[in-house]
Structure formats: C-alpha cells, structure tokens
C-alpha cells in the first residue's frame, strides 16, 4: 500500500513564501506523474503543477512564474516552492503521484492536503 503525506502547508502575508512537500510511504514500482492540486472553498479542483518521469513540468498559468515543482527520485518526494503568494491561492493542496505497476495498470494516489492560506 502506497501512502502520500504532505507537509508544509500554513498561513503566509501576501508576497511570502512557503514550501510543500509530499513524502512516499510503501513500496513503489514506477513513478510516472506527480502532481499538485488545490481545491479553494467553493471551487473546483484544479491541477496547479506536474513534473514526468523525465523531468518534464507544467503550470496552471496563474502560478507559473511563481511556483516550482521539483522531484527527489532517491527520497521519493516532491517538492512544490511557492513564491510570491497571492490571497488568490488560499486552498487546500493535494498532492497526487500516478505509479505504474507494469502491465499498463497505472494508480493514481491520493495525499490527504494540506492547507495554505494565504493573507492580504
């Protein structure tokens, strides 16, 4: 069984900065895709960043420019930097690894969040 926990998370002034970490518990085959998501009340979910297997990230454009997604193969963690923090990215943020387990079945994996506020 495959556990995501993150940490991080927390209340920041606007323009602060924080960073989010999402460590792996269990045992992993291959790691195709993590992810960070966020879902801010009344909102729907959104994918803020993405790093592949071979290296490659993409952003939500509100974050880019802002925001770093990086990867620890040796840990087994992803990492997502947050600077220059807007009001607008008070949310609760998720991080979500797709591993694969050969055969073409690929999981998707759930951290429970964690929160970031962020004040004007």
């Known amino acids: 069984q495959v556990h995501l926990v993150e940490s991080g998370g927390g209340l920041v002034q606007t323009g602060g900065s924080l960073r989010l970490s999402c460590a792996a518990s269990?045992?992993?085959?291959?790691?195709?895709?993590m992810r960070w998501h966020r879902q801010a009340p009344g909102k729907q979910r959104e994918l803020v960043a993405a790093?592949?297997?071979?290296?490659?990230?993409n952003y939500v454009d509100s974050v880019k420019g802002r925001f770093t997604i990086s990867r620890d193969n040796a840990r087994n963690t992803v990492d997502l930097q947050m600077n220059s923090l807007k009001p607008e990215d008070t949310a609760f943020y998720y991080c979500n690894w797709n591993l694969g387990w050969g055969g073409g079945l690929d999981i998707d994996y759930w951290g429970r969040g964690t929160q970031v506020t962020v004040s004007s």
């Open positions: 790093i592949t297997s071979d290296g490659s990230t």
């Open positions: 269990g045992s992993i085959f291959t790691i195709n895709a």
